[in-house]
């Protein structure tokens, strides 16, 4: 049976509801001024197993994130009033793990590894192939079940200690501590530091990590893992040690150092 989709239209916010056999739709809520896009995406993820929503201002967006819950959310950064950048970071404090996809046309490099930085998931310049926006989204919902329902003894809820440096990682919680210390870190700067810990000793290159991340294989992220990478090291004031826990490896990629 096809999905139909069912527009419930408002001043600054539009909501298209999917339905299906009794599945429950993972919610999709774009906050973009751009009613040209509300429509495309509604249309395009009518026939698939997806509740798609839409704001076109940041406060609406926000107020219906909080209100109504999303299991991801598409921003864009050029928006009325609040930047794209600001929407991340009160979304952020609101739920530290909701996934967040920043979609702009905005073409810059700073930019993408700032939107990184305030924890989005990922992030697509606009145009952009909306068969591609669809595989990346649910690249990212996968690991956000991943994480939401692993079990004890899977691997993916292992806490990782390094012994001789008194850091630990704790995938559950999500909480880093150094000598019992709390670690603030971004989504991507926890998850870059987990596929470290957890090959530690190993060398794992960008596209290892960028695969290991966003469960894709993009050279446009290569940067922002070396920024990432740079991060880190800052927060875990790498630079005081005799031996770094980061160390580059030249030409090939980076290596976590092993107990």
Not at 38 to 61: Q, R, V
Not at 72 to 82: E, H, K, N
């Amino acid at each position: 049976m096809a999905m139909s989709a069912i527009p419930i239209q408002c001043q600054s916010h539009s909501q298209f509801r999917t339905e299906s056999d009794g599945l429950q739709a993972m919610r999709i809520h774009m906050i973009d001024d751009e009613l040209e896009m509300h429509e495309l995406l509604a249309d395009y993820f009518a026939d698939t197993p997806f509740a798609f929503s839409a704001s076109a201002t940041p406060e609406a967006g926000i107020a219906h994130v909080i209100s109504n819950g999303a299991d991801l959310v598409l921003l864009d950064l050029m928006l009325p009033g609040m930047d794209g950048f600001e929407v991340c970071r009160r979304l952020r404090a609101h739920d530290r793990w909701l996934p967040i996809v920043i979609l702009t046309a905005r073409k810059d490099e700073l930019n993408k590894i700032v939107g990184l930085e305030l924890g989005a998931d990922d992030y697509l310049f606009k145009p952009f192939s909306v068969r591609e926006l669809e595989a990346r989204i649910k690249t990212i919902l996968r690991h956000s079940e991943r994480r939401s329902q692993s079990k004890p003894g899977s691997g993916q809820d292992q806490v990782l200690r390094h012994i001789s440096s008194g850091l630990v990682l704790d995938p559950n919680s999500r909480r880093v501590t150094l000598h019992d210390r709390v670690i603030e870190l971004t989504t991507t700067e926890f998850n870059v530091l987990q596929a470290l810990m957890a090959q530690a000793g190993r060398v794992l290159s960008r596209d290892a990590l960028i695969n290991a991340v966003h469960g894709i294989d993009d050279e446009s992220f290569d940067r922002t893992i070396d920024v990432m990478i740079y991060r880190l090291r800052q927060k875990l004031n790498d630079k005081q040690r005799s031996e770094p826990l980061i160390k580059t490896i030249r030409g090939i990629g980076y290596q976590f150092l092993q107990n």
